[in-house]
């Protein structure tokens, strides 16, 4: 179960119950008790009454004051709270919302013939897909002499996700020529971008930070560094073959693997002495995949065929958010029922599922998509 799952099935909390027509009635009840001790006189507010219109207005006022008061203390929840608040809660147990990253990726320059002397890449030299993404060399390298080529980590000029999915040998256009350089190309997927952490996940790192405090090498704690490590990062498993060994496997946004250089990045970070303990040895890689294919023909209602169109579009998008929701959390079975479900909830009268079938994935496992092959069967009568 993920932490906010945990969060949410958390009791409702109300600080303030009043409604409005109870807190109305409650004023007026009041207004007559007052009215008829000073006077001696039993009165009855009516609805179209002036004063009844009047203390109504107060109502409004008060309740609207109610209600800043009831979120006011809700902010204090870490269920409930949100944006710069959700912050300040993150800041008491020394959690502090992970800022945008740029994504990162091998880049090789090859010369067009060996040289006898070093030829450098300036640190801050661009490349590019040919598109509006630049990426630029993050330290200074040379071709040594002799050499042919030289490999160097490239960072996307541009925080955020856009740097991110750029296939091996996609990234080829040198923006800042340098002498005797004849081409180069990204040797890896460009990976690790990120956007501002959002609300959830910031969440979920407070809630997990008390296993942090332990100093024994808990599970929860090894998942909370691993996070913290890169926000990238959404789903973690730890598990152990034998004492004082322990695996842990991870995967990025919308369920893709790490690379080696990102593994290598959070492999490094959790084994300082300030995280892990003196007897673990910590192995870090990516989880082991498990490959499925979709095969699939769905059925729509007759009479739904004047929006067939867009249903059409509908469970194509159905499909698509279930490959990444069956790729999200290492481990998650392989389950032909959700993307039956998925579709049917989409506008499809009925789908008739080929394959996948049901398939159990261990905990360092991941589901992985083969070929996706959806096929619309036609208009059928209820």
């Known amino acids: 179960m993920s932490m906010i799952e945990d969060l949410e099935n958390l009791p409702d909390i109300d600080f303030v119950e009043k409604d409005v027509d109870t807190l109305l009635e409650a004023m007026v009840t009041e207004y007559e008790s007052a009215y008829e001790e000073s006077t001696g006189e039993s009165k009855t507010l009516a ?10 207005s107060q109502a409004l006022r008060i309740y609207a004051a109610y209600q800043l008061i009831d979120q006011a203390a809700k902010y204090n929840l870490l269920r409930y709270s949100s944006g710069d608040y959700l912050e300040n809660l993150g800041a008491r147990v020394g959690v502090n919302r992970a800022e945008a990253t740029a994504a990162t990726t091998t880049q090789r320059f090859t010369l067009s013939a060996a040289q006898e002397s070093a030829v450098a890449i300036a640190s801050g030299t661009q490349v590019s897909a040919g598109g509006s993404i630049y990426f630029a060399t993050t330290e200074y390298a040379e071709v040594v002499a002799g050499d042919t080529y030289v490999d160097v980590t490239v960072e996307c000029t541009e925080t ?89 496997c991870f995967i990025l946004t919308d369920g893709e693997l790490p690379d080696s250089t990102l593994i290598s990045e959070v492999e490094e970070y959790l084994s300082d002495d300030s995280r892990r303990p003196l007897t673990d040895n910590v192995t870090v890689s990516a989880p082991e995949t498990v490959s499925y294919d979709i095969e699939a023909t769905y059925y729509i209602k007759s009479s739904d065929k004047t929006s067939a169109s867009t249903i059409q579009t ?49 905990d360092t496992q991941v589901a992985l998509e083969g070929t996706v092959n959806l096929t619309y069967g036609g208009l059928e009568d209820e």
């Open 47 to 56: 609805d179209g009454d002036p004063v009844r219109i009047w203390i109504y």
């Open 160 to 248: 955020g996700t856009d740097g991110n999915g750029y296939l091996a040998g996609q990234i080829t256009t040198l923006v800042d020529p340098i002498q005797y350089v004849s081409s180069t190309t990204n040797t890896s997927t460009s990976q690790g971008g990120t956007d501002e952490e959002d609300d959830d996940t910031l969440k979920g790192r407070i809630f997990q930070k008390p296993e942090s405090f332990s100093v024994a090498g808990p599970v929860g704690a090894y998942e909370y560094f691993t996070k913290e490590c890169n926000s990238s990062i959404i789903d973690v498993s730890v598990t152990s073959a034998s004492p004082g060994e322990v695996d842990v």
């Open 314 to 362: 509908a469970v194509t998008s159905a499909v698509d958010d279930y490959v990444i929701w069956q790729k999200s959390i290492i481990g998650r079975d392989i389950n032909p029922s959700q993307l039956i479900s998925d579709i049917i909830g989409a506008g499809a009268k009925r789908v008739v599922i080929t394959s996948p079938e049901y398939t159990e994935v261990s």
